[in-house]
């Protein structure tokens, strides 16, 4: 079992900077694929980047140079640093984990067994 707890959401301007940062419970952290994605009201999660147990990284396109994916097992958290953020990125940002392995497409929201709270980040613009 792993619990997620994100933080670091905010109103931000457009142009700003934000880290979002997601602390996993358990003593495995390294052995999970984590991710994030975001979601707006009515709509489909969508999926923003991920990270695996070996550090690869994927990137939706909508946010590949300006978002970084990144992680630290030492603590057991994952973070997300947006850069040049844009109204557009507004939205409840989710933190998911699977464990390594776990079958499925890393972009699908159903490959993950886990997920936080959310967390809100507003830009305006």
């Known amino acids: 079992q792993v619990q997620l707890v994100e933080s670091g959401g905010r109103l931000m301007q457009a142009g700003g900077s934000l880290s979002l940062s997601c602390a996993a419970s358990g003593r495995a952290f390294s052995n999970y694929d984590m991710a994030w994605f975001r979601q707006a009201p009515g709509k489909e999660r969508e999926f923003v980047a991920a990270?695996?147990?070996?550090?690869?990284?994927w990137y939706a396109d909508s946010v590949k140079g300006r978002i970084t994916i990144s992680r630290d097992n030492a603590k057991n958290t994952v973070y997300l640093q947006m850069n040049s953020l844009k109204p557009e990125d507004t939205d409840v940002y989710y933190c998911?984990?699977?464990?390594?392995?776990?079958?499925?497409?890393?972009?699908?929201?159903?490959?993950?067994?886990?997920w936080g709270h959310g967390t809100q980040v507003t830009v305006s613009s």
């Open positions: 998911a984990a699977t464990f390594r392995g776990a079958p499925g497409d890393i972009k699908n929201s159903r490959r993950y067994a886990y």
């Open positions: 990270i695996t147990m070996s550090g690869s990284t």
